[in-house]
């Protein structure tokens, strides 16, 4: 029987970072039980993990992609154990805007309501779109 050259966990790190940033809060979960203090501080030193420079990251990859809410930024970050602290640099507003740009398929206002609202945002945010998309036309059902 052939034992396969198993991982220190830190090589595991190295291997499971080499694909796109990870939180601080993915590796710990990742590692598990492996997962030690040592191995997390020299990830920071070699700068691997950078909780800031991955919520920035993020923000600014999910926005040029699936344009969504700062709300729902905010909770998805959550989810990853990272905090968004820095301000974005597109406001919601833009952010619709541009997520009904790429969405080509969208028809009705309906269609347009049901969109905006899965990407998180807030009812004057898409009330202000459709104003915008349908030329100040009334909106109200």
């Known amino acids: 029987m052939i034992l396969k050259n198993k991982l220190s966990p830190f090589d595991r790190a190295l291997k499971y970072l080499s694909y796109r940033a990870r939180s601080e809060a993915e590796v710990r979960a990742y590692l598990g039980p492996d997962c030690t ?18 919520a920035a990251w993020y923000v600014e990859s999910r926005l040029r992609t699936r344009p ?15 905090r968004l602290d820095a301000p974005s640099t597109a406001t919601d507003l833009e952010s619709a805007t541009q997520a009904l740009q790429k969405k080509s398929r969208v028809k009705s206002r309906d269609q347009v309501i049901r969109f905006l609202h899965s990407r998180g945002f807030s009812w004057d945010i898409i009330e202000t ?13």
Request: aromatic share 8%; no cysteine.
């Open 37 to 54: 203090e040592d191995i997390i501080a020299r990830l920071k030193r070699l700068k691997f993990i950078d909780d800031a420079k991955f």
């Open 68 to 82: 969504r809410s700062r709300k729902l930024l905010e909770l998805e970050l959550k989810r990853k154990g990272v």
């Open 129 to 141: 779109v459709l104003k915008k998309r349908y030329n100040g036309t009334n909106v109200n059902y």
